[in-house]
């Protein structure tokens, strides 16, 4: 709640499990990003990075699906893409 109100983040029914982050919430992620990696760094891990999924409705809201949709990778639950 408190990032909400301080409009650090919001979530969005399209993709109810990831956040997004506005500039201020950004500015707070990217520094912890810096902490994080200095610190993988000095313990001698790698960083590795997941796909983000999202609801099609959001391709189709913003256009991409139109022009990317044949080299997307798509999940199907039931009869819908997801």
């Not at 997004?20 to 912890?32: D, E, K, S, W």
């Not at 891990?45 to 080299?71: C, K």
């Amino acid at each position: 709640e408190i990032g909400r109100r301080q409009e650090l983040f919001m979530f969005h029914p399209w993709s109810p499990g990831s956040a997004f982050f506005l500039p201020h919430g950004t500015r707070i992620y990217a520094r912890l990003q810096g902490l994080l990696r200095g610190e993988y760094a000095t313990r001698g891990f790698e960083e590795v990075i997941t796909p983000n999924i999202y609801n099609m409705q959001l391709w189709e809201r913003s256009g991409h699906a139109a022009h990317y949709r044949d080299n997307m990778f798509l999940l199907t639950h039931g009869d819908s893409v997801d």
